[in-house]
C-alpha cells in the first residue's frame, strides 16, 4: 500500500535521527529525501537509505557535519560539507548562492568534502522559487560509466540541473543524468527483480544486457546517447563539464583518482556546484518570467503525435506526479521496504510505513 506523504517523511526522518543526525540535519535532509519520491525521481529518494547505511556503517558520511564556509567574496563561496551527507551541505550552499545573487546579480558556490546530495533539481528549485535561475551540478563517488569508446569506467552519473521562474508560478525544472538513466533507476530494477530495459546498461565488454546487477559485475551505465553511433559523446563530454565545475573547481578528489589510490578521503570528498542568477540585473522586474511562461506556453501548444501524449516541458511530469501521489500515496516496492524496515530496526527507529 503507497505510503502517505506524512507518513514517508516521518520514517525517513527517524532513521536518520536513529543514526545519530541532530534534528535540524535530518529535517532538512528527510524534507529533500521525500521531496525526490513525492516528485517521482524514485531513484534519489527512499531507495538511497540502503546506500546511506553502508556510508554511515564504513565512517564515510558523518551524520552530525556542520558544513561552513572556507573561503568567500560578495559573488562566490567555497563550503566545506564536514564530511557529511550532501544533503545538508549543499542546502546550505545553495542559501549561500541565493543571498549573493540578490545582492550581487550572480553568483557560484563550490562545495567539497561532501556525500551523495539527493535530486539536483531541488535545490536549483529553491532557487526559482526565490524568482531566480539556479543551476547545479555533482561530481559523483561511484564509478559506474566508461567514456566513449572506452572498456573501462572513468565517470558516473554526474547529474545537471536548470530551473527558471515563470510568471504562472510553475518553474521550468530540469534535472538529468549525464547517463541514459540514473544509476538508482537500474537499482530500483535490481531491488524488484526486474531486468533493465534496452540502452540502460553494458557489459564489461561494452555489449548491451538487461542485467539490472551487471554493473556490479564490471559493466557500465551507458552515456547519454546509449553509444558512439547515437551520439554518446555529449553525455560523455557534459560529465566531463559537470566534473570540472564540482571537483576542479572546489578541490574535491577527482573521480579518475578514485581506483587508482592516489588521494584517499575519510569521506567520500564529492564536490558540488551551484550558480545563481538574478533576472532583475538584466531587465525590469517580471520581464523574464513573463517571457519564460510565454516561451514554455508555445512549447506545450505544439501539436502532439498522439493526443494522448500532450508536449510537455520539463518540471510538467513532476508537478503533476506531486498531485497524484500527495493524493493517493507514495509507493514504496516491496524488496526495498523490506530493507527499509531492516534499517529501521537496526537503527531503533520508530515505524511508520503500515
Not at 524568482?131 to 566513449?148: D, E, N, R, S
Not at 566534473?243 to 581506483?259: D, K, Q, V, Y
Amino acid at each position: 500500500m503507497p505510503a502517505s506523504y506524512a507518513n514517508h517523511r516521518a520514517q525517513l526522518k527517524a532513521i536518520l535521527l536513529g543514526w545519530g543526525m541532530p534534528e535540524d540535519n535530518a529535517e532538512i535532509s528527510s524534507e529533500i529525501l521525500s521531496w525526490s519520491d513525492l516528485h517521482g525521481v524514485d531513484s534519489h529518494g527512499i531507495s538511497m537509505i540502503p546506500g546511506y547505511d553502508r556510508l554511515r556503517r564504513e565512517g564515510r558520511a558523518r551524520m552530525d557535519a556542520r558544513p561552513k564556509v572556507v573561503s568567500e567574496t560578495p559573488v562566490i563561496a567555497v563550503v566545506d560539507g564536514d564530511g557529511g551527507l550532501g544533503h545538508v551541505p549543499a542546502h546550505f550552499a545553495m542559501k549561500t548562492a541565493i543571498a549573493k545573487a540578490k545582492t550581487s546579480g550572480m553568483s557560484g558556490v563550490a562545495v567539497r568534502n561532501s556525500a551523495h546530495f539527493g535530486a539536483t533539481g531541488y535545490y536549483t528549485l529553491m532557487a526559482a522559487k526565490e524568482g531566480l535561475i539556479g543551476m547545479a551540478c555533482t561530481a559523483c563517488a561511484g564509478i559506474q560509466v566508461a567514456p566513449t569508446f572506452g572498456k573501462a569506467a572513468r565517470l558516473g552519473t554526474d547529474p545537471w540541473s536548470f530551473a527558471a521562474p515563470t510568471a504562472d508560478g510553475q518553474p521550468f525544472l530540469l534535472d538529468m543524468a549525464t547517463t541514459t538513466v540514473a544509476a538508482g533507476r537500474v537499482r530500483n530494477k535490481a531491488n524488484e527483480g526486474l531486468p533493465a530495459p534496452d540502452g540502460w546498461v553494458l557489459d564489461s565488454e561494452g555489449r548491451p544486457s538487461d542485467d539490472p546487477e551487471i554493473v556490479q559485475k564490471g559493466g557500465y551505465l551507458t552515456s547519454l546517447g546509449g553509444s558512439p553511433e547515437n551520439s554518446s559523446y555529449k553525455g560523455y563530454g557534459l560529465a566531463t563539464m559537470v566534473n570540472i565545475l564540482g571537483s576542479c573547481l572546489s578541490g574535491a578528489t577527482l573521480i579518475t583518482e578514485r581506483p587508482n589510490g592516489i588521494r584517499t578521503a575519510s569521506s567520500n570528498d564529492i564536490g558540488h556546484f551551484f550558480m545563481v542568477i538574478d533576472p532583475a540585473a538584466f531587465r525590469p522586474a517580471g520581464d523574464f518570467e513573463a517571457d519564460v511562461s510565454l516561451f514554455l506556453g508555445h512549447l506545450r501548444s505544439t501539436p502532439p503525435v498522439d493526443p494522448e501524449r500532450p508536449v510537455m516541458v520539463a518540471g510538467d511530469p513532476q508537478w503533476k506526479l506531486a498531485e497524484e501521489r500527495m493524493r493517493d500515496g507514495i509507493p514504496v516496492g516491496a524488496g526495498l521496504l523490506s530493507q527499509i524496515r531492516q534499517i529501521a530496526q537496526a537503527a531503533a527507529a520508530p515505524w511508520h510505513l503500515d
